[in-house]
């Protein structure tokens, strides 16, 4: 499942979904969609 709706597992991800399955909850619902363009702009370092 999250390989279909991100393209890619991580670590961190399968554990996510594994302890939300275990505990009966669904994957998480988003009303919008997520944009991570602000996580890129405070992480990407700009040369000088």
């Given at each position: 499942?999250?390989?279909?709706?991100?393209?890619?597992?991580?670590?961190a991800?399968?554990?996510?979904?594994?302890?939300?399955?275990?505990?009966?909850?669904?994957?998480?619902a988003?009303?919008?969609?997520?944009?991570?363009?602000?996580y890129?702009?405070?992480?990407?370092?700009?040369?000088?």
């Amino acid at each position: 499942m999250i390989l279909e709706s991100t393209g890619g597992t991580d670590r961190a991800g399968v554990c996510l979904a594994a302890a939300r399955h275990a505990s009966g909850l669904g994957p998480v619902a988003y009303d919008d969609p997520v944009d991570l363009s602000e996580y890129d702009i405070a992480y990407t370092k700009e040369d000088e």
